[in-house]
């Protein structure tokens, strides 16, 4: 196992660690919890910096990043419903768009080949950061309550932008295997396979 893939599932095993310091009332556990999940948020950037800087990009990582990524934003944005601080209903699309993406990767792998995270994606994630920090610490400093909800805003809008963008993608890909199949299909008629033949008997 290499150090990358390490790091991702550091970042898995931070998932339970992080829900547990939200939902747990403290005098100082959502700076705890703050400071946990973005040491987890770190290390979605060091591994992919990793894995390029060392000739270390394996299929395994390709599709194991994705989903820390997603065990980890979809755990805190649901103990941020718990805890009152988010309407339900827009973690509902942000972790069923996470779903619906790592479903679609299964079956573009199951297809043979990889949908690897797209610029969008990796831009919301950072929007998706930021606001889990800024709505996390919203009790404390309640003066972050409008940029907490403008951020979440704009993580629901890409969230969907970019499940279009990967369908899109996936929708493209599958047609174009289609279309190369059909073209690269040759049909034998009755009679053809045997005119070499013919040809090599006369040839002697």
């Given at each position: 196992?290499?150090?990358?893939?390490?790091?991702?599932?550091l970042r898995i095993f931070f998932v339970p660690l992080v829900v547990v310091l939200l939902l747990t009332k403290g005098e100082?556990?959502?700076?705890?919890?703050?400071?946990?999940?973005?040491?987890?948020?770190?290390?979605?950037?060091?591994?992919?910096?990793?894995?390029?800087?060392?000739?270390?990009?394996?299929?395994?990582?390709?599709?194991?990043?994705?989903?820390?990524?997603?065990?980890?934003?979809?755990?805190?944005?649901?103990?941020?419903?718990?805890?009152?601080?988010?309407?339900?209903?827009?973690?509902?699309?942000?972790?069923?768009?996470?779903?619906?993406?790592?479903?679609?990767?299964?079956?573009?792998?199951?297809?043979?080949?990889?949908?690897?995270?797209?610029?969008?994606?990796?831009?919301?994630?950072?929007?998706?950061?930021?606001?889990?920090?800024?709505?996390?610490?919203?009790?404390?400093?309640?003066?972050?309550?409008?940029?907490?909800?403008?951020?979440?805003?704009?993580?629901?809008?890409?969230?969907?932008?970019?499940?279009?963008?990967?369908?899109?993608s996936f929708w493209k890909r599958l047609d174009e295997r289609v279309k190369h199949r059909n073209k690269t299909h040759v049909?034998?008629?009755?009679?053809?396979?045997?005119?070499?033949?013919?040809?090599?008997?006369?040839?002697?």
């Amino acid at each position: 196992m290499n150090l990358p893939i390490s790091l991702t599932l550091l970042r898995i095993f931070f998932v339970p660690l992080v829900v547990v310091l939200l939902l747990t009332k403290g005098e100082t556990m959502d700076l705890w919890a703050v400071a946990v999940f973005l040491l987890a948020a770190v290390t979605d950037l060091l591994d992919g910096y990793l894995a390029r800087k060392r000739g270390q990009i394996t299929t395994l990582g390709i599709l194991l990043d994705p989903i820390a990524d997603k065990l980890l934003v979809s755990a805190a944005f649901i103990s941020l419903v718990e805890m009152g601080l988010v309407p339900a209903w827009m973690v509902v699309i942000i972790v069923g768009r996470e779903f619906a993406v790592s479903g679609l990767r299964s079956i573009a792998s199951a297809e043979g080949y990889v949908l690897e995270p797209s610029e969008l994606g990796k831009t919301k994630m950072v929007f998706q950061v930021v606001a889990i920090t800024v709505l996390a610490l919203e009790p404390r400093f309640h003066a972050l309550h409008t940029v907490g909800l403008i951020l979440l805003w704009v993580v629901v809008l890409s969230a969907v932008v970019s499940a279009v963008q990967y369908f899109w993608s996936f929708w493209k890909r599958l047609d174009e295997r289609v279309k190369h199949r059909n073209k690269t299909h040759v049909v034998v008629l009755p009679g053809e396979a045997k005119e070499p033949e013919a040809k090599d008997v006369a040839a002697h």
